[in-house]
């Protein structure tokens, strides 16, 4: 009897599965297989299969049912009347596969169907210029796919500027005004002189192909989303690398990774989202500006120089000038999985909402935070180098399960609440106020090892701060820093704690504390 309940009991739930909510937002898939995206509060990983159609994934066509299209230097032929050519602008106007093969010198293909038409190029050793506007133009449709053919070499790019040519603000080389994707088994080189990569006023998928984007702006960007499944990316941008950004709706501007090879370097962020950002998998690296060694990073109670050697007393200093992030979201961001190296001028990995990370492997090296959330950041698992960084992991509140944790930080290793943090909390920097105990600021460690040098606190909690479990070796360098501080509550439940400066024994008193607020509490297994 218990058997048949629990059947009926899955029975019931299933259906409710078809939905998936993450990082604020449900997607369902509808009956034509799009998505659906709507509010909610709840945060949670999304599922592949939701992101991505059967076609989005599909690479193959029939050459015999498909239309040949040539391009021809200046000029350009076809026996289909859904394709119209006027000197080296050539026209798509129904639905249906278009292989194209061949050159144009300067000019541009143009998608303009009905709203309910689907259509798939096919790029079959394609080189096309465009020199004052994009390579190729989705005025309307329903969905395009973009389809590299297998073992094909092809070329997009634009000359250097953009001319109007109607009401739409064209300015990339591949420039869409429906849903796009983009996959294939060949590779496709972008060139932007001027203006973007890849844009799409809707979603942007890419599932497989090989790509290299040069870009004076953004590399890849997408209003609604940007989804990627798969491929190999080689992006250099003069802006962000990748950029999902929607500011009439908060729902949309998400950016979705399950896979991938990525390597990116951004005069801006590498990965940006308006909403929220997941990485399930993929290879990741990311530089940002001159990296994470162009940053002069000290505090006002050290003597810790620019990164190189020479010794500075001056504290980092914010210009106004662009983001330069490694992988960041307004919302929520959350990572499942990957490999992450990345060099970058500011935070390596920023949220203004909460940072879940369950698994992965991280060699972070920041001018800034390694790892910031203005809100809470949740780590469940996963291997940690952070090799050079102002804070190592800083949030409103810290909540590790487990993982490995090689830490050296100019500042604090771990802080909740902020305090001298530019980059979020209100900006402060060193001798600037700092964030006094809250009940939503803490530190709790369950479990995992910890090898942290700082010149700050290796651990800073301006609440509670709570050791379940684990292995702590802490080595606090700089003069009145301690490697335990605390303002609230302090309590060692199990862990192993070694520090250098017998901050383990009274991290409360340490850190302005008083022995009724959890002071005095024992190196492992205190209270």
Same mark, same amino acid.
């Given at each position: 009897m218990k058997k048949i309940a629990i059947l009926l009991l899955l029975l019931m739930v299933i259906p409710s599965l078809s939905a998936c909510s993450f990082a604020g937002v449900t997607v369902t898939e509808s009956e034509n297989g799009s998505s659906e995206e709507s509010q909610t509060e709840a945060v949670s990983t999304a599922i592949s299969s939701e992101m991505f159609t059967d076609r989005d994934l599909e690479i193959g066509y029939d050459e015999e049912t498909s239309t040949q299209i040539t391009l021809s230097g200046g000029s350009a032929s076809s026996d289909s009347d859904a394709v119209q050519i006027s000197g080296s602008t050539v026209t798509i106007t129904d639905e249906g596969t278009y292989i194209l093969s061949g050159t144009l010198n300067d000019g541009m293909i143009v998608v303009s169907a009905e709203d309910t038409d689907k259509i798939q190029l096919v790029l079959d050793n394609v080189e096309i210029t465009s020199s004052d506007s994009a390579a190729i133009y989705v005025l309307e449709a329903d969905k395009v796919f973009i389809t590299t053919a297998s073992g094909s070499e092809n070329s997009l790019a634009n000359g250097g500027e953009y001319v109007a040519i109607d009401d739409n603000n064209i300015d990339a080389v591949i420039f869409s005004k429906s849903d796009l994707t983009l996959n294939g088994a060949g590779t496709?080189?972008?060139? =932007? =002189? =001027?203006?973007?990569g890849v844009v799409s006023k809707d979603d942007l998928v890419l599932t497989s192909g090989a790509y290299t984007i040069t870009a004076a702006s953004q590399g890849l960007s997408g209003k609604d989303s940007v989804r990627i499944a798969n491929g190999t990316y080689t992006i250099t941008s003069g802006k962000d690398g990748i950029h999902a950004e929607n500011t009439d709706d908060a729902s949309l501007g998400f950016l979705y990774i399950s896979g991938g090879t990525f390597t990116i370097t951004a005069e801006g962020d590498g990965m940006s989202a308006s909403a929220y950002l997941q990485i399930e998998g993929g290879t990741f690296t990311v530089t940002t500006g001159e990296g994470s060694a162009s940053a002069t990073m000290t505090t006002d109670t050290m003597d810790f120089g620019q990164r190189g050697g020479s010794q500075s007393e001056t504290t980092t200093t914010e210009e106004d000038s662009a983001s330069q992030k490694g992988i960041k979201a307004d919302g929520a961001v959350t990572i499942t999985g990957g490999s992450f190296v990345t060099d970058t001028v500011d935070d390596s990995i920023h949220a203004g909402g909460d940072i879940l990370i369950s698994d992965g492997q991280f060699e972070l090296s920041s001018g800034d935070d390694a790892i910031h959330s203005d809100a809470g950041v949740t780590i469940q *698992?996963?291997?940690?180098?952070? *090799? @050079?960084? @102002?804070e190592g992991i800083e949030g409103l509140s810290i909540t590790i399960d487990d993982g490995t944790f090689d830490i050296t930080s100019v500042d604090d290793g771990l802080n909740s609440a902020g305090g001298t943090d530019s980059s979020g909390f209100g900006g402060a920097r060193p001798g600037q106020e700092q964030f006094s105990a809250s009940s939503d600021s803490f530190i709790t460690i369950n479990d995992g090892n910890f090898e942290i040098v700082s010149t700050g606190d290796c651990i800073d909690s301006n609440g509670a701060l709570t050791i379940n479990g684990g292995t702590l070796n802490l080595?606090? &360098?700089? &003069?009145?820093n301690t490697a335990l501080d605390c303002d609230g509550t302090y309590a060692n439940n199990g862990g192993d704690v070694t520090t250098n400066d017998g901050s383990e024994n009274n991290p409360g008193q340490m850190g302005g504390g008083t022995p009724e607020q959890g002071g005095m509490g024992r190196g492992r297994g205190g209270f």
């Open positions: 496709l080189t972008i060139n =932007a =002189a =001027a203006g973007h *698992s996963g291997t940690f180098t952070i *090799s @050079y960084c @102002y080595t606090c &360098n700089g &003069n009145g």
